[in-house]
């Protein structure tokens, strides 16, 4: 319960966002970039989805490729601490 206003405020911050996506790139002209927010804006004007949904499936696509991200690189960088002549060889790549 104590953390419930912080993740209000992220979730109201994320939804801003995705709200000014939105409006910036029916601005732009829809169908112009044929992405997967182009695709999902033409199944909201469609009927298929309702404007909310759309909002809501952008901001768990921005969270969940977060904590993916976030949790891959961690287990990367736990990994290779433990191994540092795999770690030597990736420095050595670069």
């Known amino acids: 319960p104590a953390y419930l206003p912080r993740l209000q405020e ?16 029916r601005s732009e002209g829809l169908g112009e970039k044929d992405d997967l927010l182009d695709r999902l804006m033409v199944i909201t004007d469609e ?6 949904e759309l909002y809501n499936i952008l901001v768990f696509l921005f969270v969940g490729g977060y904590d993916t991200s976030k949790n891959v690189l961690s287990i990367i960088m736990h990994l ?5 002549e795999i ?8």
Do not use: K, N
């Not at 992220?10 to 790139?25: C, E, K, P, Q, S």
């Not at 009927?47 to 909310?52: I, Q």
């Not at 290779?80 to 540092?84: C, F, Q």
């Open 10 to 25: 992220a979730f109201l911050h994320l939804d801003g966002f995705v709200r000014g996506l939105v409006a910036v790139r």
């Open 47 to 52: 009927g298929g989805l309702s404007e909310d």
């Open 80 to 84: 290779l601490v433990d191994r540092p």
């Open 87 to 94: 770690y030597d060889r990736c420095a050595d790549s670069v």
